[in-house]
């Protein structure tokens, strides 16, 4: 599952998942748009606040999409 996908699906906000993970809005912004990878650390942060439902290796078949 996308980071995007996830958070339309639980109705959450860049501010409020930026908070549960430790992370500012504009980062969580920049990955969503593209503009930005996610270091390793980012994505264990978001795996965490996601429960496990945002995987590493979804980052990477989304990257792997756009090319």
Known sequence: MTLSEYLKAKKI??????YRCNLS?????????G???PSPETM????????GEVK??????????GM
């Not at 809005?25 to 748009?33: E, K, N, S, Y």
């Not at 590493?56 to 999409?65: Q, T």
Request: proline fraction near 3%.
């Open 25 to 33: 809005r504009a980062t969580i912004c920049r990955i969503l748009d």
């Open 56 to 65: 590493p290796n979804d980052f990477f078949a989304e990257k792997m999409r």
């Open 13 to 18: 906000s860049q501010a409020k998942f930026a």
């Open 35 to 37: 503009s930005r990878y």
């Open 44 to 51: 264990r942060r978001i795996f965490l606040a996601t429960d």
